[in-house]
């Protein structure tokens, strides 16, 4: 339990919701709540619109298309059919790493737009995509395929990409991938995954099922849902290379289409982000009978569940050499645990990122001996819950879909140590001189996943909440008189 009962977590929302409307406090009082280790994901309500008005930190189904899914793929060229801005702000953001040369083999860090103007909108933007196609192949001959990766207008207007996209194939005979993703649809990015996740099985994954080239192993496994931020994924992959396994496959993080196309000869799919990427495990699961499993790479208690899990799944060889790759770090994790636990020990953390990390991170932060007083999700659903809740405390604060206002407040009254968010939420609490780190992007750092990135995680922690910076900054809380404060403020700049 954390320092602060169910009665007073209960009693904060409550004062918290006093300010909404009677229909809006009804409605986001389904989303906030205490955590029961003994309850499940129906504790609180997720997957649902958000309140009109209320200031969310969702993104939109095209950003979890492109953005997260398709993005990171390395030698496809995605193209963001509609104005320039998606485009741009879904490029590169995310530190999605990749090797290759930029524009030659490897486009992903690239912005490659229709640019929609109003003619687009009155005409049709049909004929300016085909267009496009055609001068990609021009400029990028070494591509290896195309996304269509539609926005917000190309819904509205009735653009038939489907066709464009057959036509093209038609043309060059590289894969092009429509990908129905206007931001509107769907109440989060959830949703994106989605169909990002349909538009893989309809147009990719079965392209090379009737081929026998590709000489598979009984050790093969594929990666799935990890998109190499900060170059996590090569740091899992080291490790499942040190047990003994072939990774065949990667992605998004810097993959290849080759790779999704070899996924099915994989004898076990490793998820990382479920919520992104179970409805392709799923698919596999129920054509090829490839089973799959979660697997969780933060902080070394996690990193050896998984790695005894996944070795589960193969012959003792593959067991033992689990057991042999988690003793080698022993020294390594032990040192940083040493090192950084001293500084980090008792400090409260409060999280809120997209569908996957609160959960994942938890056992991380435990394991520097820093205690989670809040977790929640942008875009979970019940079943993300379910697996949160037990990761809890008994009387932890729970939110699905917090409001601006709703998150600020929960700050100023459980005064976390630490607050780990996405980049919308990042200014605005450091302002209130609350230490912050970006955990939608590892705010610039990184690899955090393996024993090598626990030890950039926990010299992150560290640095974040023992900067002396934060000495210097009064959080508006504890201001006294805020007109003297300015009146002091003139003064000194008089």
Partial sequence: MTDRTIEENQALIQEVLEIYPDKAKKDRAKHLTTSDPQSDGKCVVSNRKSVPGAMTIRGCSYAGSKGVVFGPLKDLIHVSHGPVGCGMYSTGGRRNYLTGVSGVDSFSMINFTSDFQERDIVFGGDKKLTTILEEIDTLFPLNKGTTIQSECPVGLIGDDIEAVAKANKKRNGKTCIPVRCEGFRGVSQSLGHHIANDAIRDWVLGNRDDENSFEATDYDV??????????????????????????????SGDGSLAEIENTPKSKLNLIHCYRSMNYIARHMEEKYGIPWIEYNLFGPTKIAESLRTIASYFDETIQQNAEKVIASYQGEYQAVIDKYRPRLEGKKVMLYVGGLRSRHIIGAYEDLGMEIVGAGYEFAHADDYDRTVGELKEATLLYDDITGYEFEEFVKAVKPDLIGSGI???????????????????????????????AVFARDMDMTINNPCWSLTTPPWLKVDNQTDAVVAEEKVA
């Fill in 424 to 454: 919308k939420e990042k200014y605005i609490f450091q302002k209130m001189g609350i230490p912050f780190r970006q955990m939608h992007s590892w705010d610039y750092s990184g690899p955090y996943h393996g024993y090598d990135g626990f």
């Fill in 222 to 251: 594929a990666i799935i849902g990890d998109y190499n931020i900060g170059g996590d994924a090569w740091s899992s992959r080291i490790l499942l290379e040190q047990m003994g396994l072939r990774v065949i496959a990667q992605w």
